[in-house]
């Protein structure tokens, strides 16, 4: 079964830092680029940032609102995406999916659960 | 940076009725436009890529169509597990997403 599982969500202060992870198992994540997304409470979809496959060398981008504060990564060998969150501000808390788009060349066929990131003092 | 636009916010609408979604780009996308459904507590789930393609196991009662800046996303005969928030997405540069639409039984 083709499945995303996102891990390393919790309460973190303002100006702190948090790694999420996101296992993928039923498929080779290496061919996929991988994206996260984030849902703020009663709020719309935000695309967060993007890192593509080895063929591509891992090309990363961000979204403006978190770009220099976050980073993505990934090990192959763990079929494992990171999301490394620096510098957090409470306007970052929101459940976090790690999606990819598996079947399609573009739009988001594959999501894990999410994980909750919650910026608060 | 392209801005998505979904209307109306909420749509009222019975069982058996058709539901007609919008989605207006902030500039041209081509047909790289998605459409995604999420109901309470899940996950999003993919309905329609490519403007009017529906994924896998998307029933044919779902449809979409435009092109550039305007999308519509069609949703006739509604049956009870439809209701629940859509979003549009581009995908032509960057990703971006509507703010959504909550469709609600009348």
């Known amino acids: 079964e083709v499945q995303l599982v996102e891990s390393g969500g919790g309460l973190v202060q303002p100006g702190g830092s948090l790694k999420l992870s996101c296992g993928a198992s039923g498929f080779t994540s290496s061919d996929s680029a991988m994206h996260w997304v984030r849902q703020a409470s009663g709020k719309g979809l935000e695309w967060v940032g993007r890192?593509?496959?080895?063929?591509?060398?891992?090309?990363?981008v961000y979204a403006a609102s978190v770009k220099g504060r976050f980073t993505i990564s990934r090990d192959e060998s763990k079929n494992t995406t990171y999301l490394h969150m620096n510098s957090l501000k409470i306007e970052d808390t929101a459940i976090y999916y790690c999606?990819?788009?598996?079947?399609?060349?573009?739009?988001?066929?594959?999501w894990g659960q999410g994980t909750m990131v919650t910026v608060s003092s | 940076e392209i801005v998505m636009t979904q209307s109306p916010a909420t749509l009222s609408v019975s069982p058996g009725e058709t539901a007609t979604l919008s989605c207006r780009a902030s500039?041209?996308?081509?047909?790289?436009l998605a459409w995604y459904q999420q109901k309470p507590g899940q996950a999003p789930r993919l309905l329609m890529y490519r403007t009017n393609t529906r994924a896998a196991g998307i029933p044919a009662r779902f449809s979409g169509s435009g092109s550039g800046t305007e999308f519509t996303l069609t949703i006739s005969s509604l049956q009870s597990e439809d209701f629940g928030l859509y979003y549009c997405q581009q995908y032509y540069d960057l990703w971006a997403f509507g703010q959504g639409t909550k469709v609600e039984i009348k």
């Open positions: 500039q041209s996308v081509s047909i790289n």
């Open positions: 890192i593509r496959g080895k063929v591509h060398n891992y090309a990363p």
């Open positions: 999606t990819t788009p598996l079947t399609y060349n573009d739009p988001f066929d594959i």
